[in-house]
Nanobody, 121 residues
Framework: HVQLVESGGGLVQPGGSLRLSCAADEYIRGLACMGWFRQTPEKGRELVARINSLGETVYAESVEGRFTISKDNAKDTLYLEMNNLRPEDTAMYYC????????????????WGQGTQVTVS
């Protein structure tokens, strides 16, 4: 199993920015998909953004134009640049990966990080 470690969360004011990182302990170039999900008690775990092995990206409608997902294969690291943050972006953010498929559904991802809290207030 690939080990994933997130960092970069914190407390930020509305309109502010944060950059999340997810470091993997193996080559991410071979992974079919990596993604960022977020979880709250009200909404459960939902996709924020995902990126496949070709670099193609998909975003949740609520973050389109504000968030950017990217990866650095040389550093085996996934990023999420979050701008113009809103209180409704407050959640625990998780990095996820899968070797075979690339979907928007959390249940299809086999590897998960421990999460990093983002609070916008």
């Amino acid at each position: 199993h690939v080990q994933l470690v997130e960092s970069g969360g914190g407390l930020v004011q509305p309109g502010g920015s944060l950059r999340l990182s997810c470091a993997a302990d193996e080559y991410i170039r071979g992974l079919a998909c990596m993604g960022w999900f977020r979880q709250t008690p009200e909404k459960g775990r939902e996709l924020v953004a995902r990126i496949n092995s070709l670099g193609e990206t998909v975003y949740a409608e609520s973050v389109e134009g504000r968030f950017t997902i990217s990866k650095d294969n040389a550093k085996d690291t996934l990023y999420l640049e979050m701008n113009n943050l809103r209180p409704e972006d407050t959640a625990m953010y998780y990095c996820a990966a899968d070797r075979v498929r690339c979907t928007s559904f959390a249940q299809t991802y086999k590897q998960w990080g421990q999460g990093t809290q983002v609070t916008v207030s």
